[in-house]
């Protein structure tokens, strides 16, 4: 829950919008129990940056490979494509921060970049590849698919507030924010398919 709401604090305010002083305000912690855990503001960044991105790539990992293993590539990569979303949905500050963070290069999008990014391959990328090699997908940029997928049909989780103000209904139920992942996987996996 702490490094949720700090999460959640950088990804508001950005990392240097967000003082310690307005850190400690809004987790009701102590400036010297920071300090005393993490050591630096970065740090602290980092171990809260580490949880939420953690928590996404377990999800993703296990709606790419311990899915039916008899589905089609198209079945598995809706699989993924919306194991993906729902946790955006859980955890819409991750997305948020990654907007931040994305705008210009610094030493946080690096530390991102290298921990994350660049250190396997996200599941959805092998599925498309696998379709790609049956003759079911169009042989598209992954990275380009990645990006529609997390921040195209992602922001609809994480950037309520801008979803309702272009018509799209609050998603209340869990049920309603399933179909909405659902939906954005499908049309996303009609634009690859032959």
Sequence with gaps: ??????????????????????LTRRLDVSHGLIHAKFGSKLDFWKASVD??????VQQ????????????????RLKDVFVSLLMVLDQAPAILRMMNHEGIQESERLDYIIKRYMLIGTF?????????????????VSKPVI?????????????????????GIPPLKT?????????????????GLLI
């Design 123 to 139: 599941p959805g990328d092998i599925i498309i590849e696998e379709g790609v090699k049956a003759g079911l997908f169009r042989n």
């Design 174 to 190: 869990k049920k309603a924010r399933q179909l909405q992942a659902e939906e954005i996987a499908d049309t996303l996996i009609r």
């Design 60 to 75: 993703i990992e296990k709606a790419a490979f311990t899915g039916n293993p008899d589905a089609t590539p198209e079945q």
């Design 51 to 56: 949880h939420g991105m953690q928590r996404l």
């Design 1 to 22: 829950m702490f490094l949720d709401a700090a999460l959640e604090a950088f990804a508001d305010l950005g990392y240097h919008g967000a003082s310690i002083r307005e």
């Design 146 to 166: 990645f990006f529609l997928i997390a921040h195209g049909g992602g922001s609809i989780f994480s950037l309520r507030a801008l979803a309702s103000n272009l």
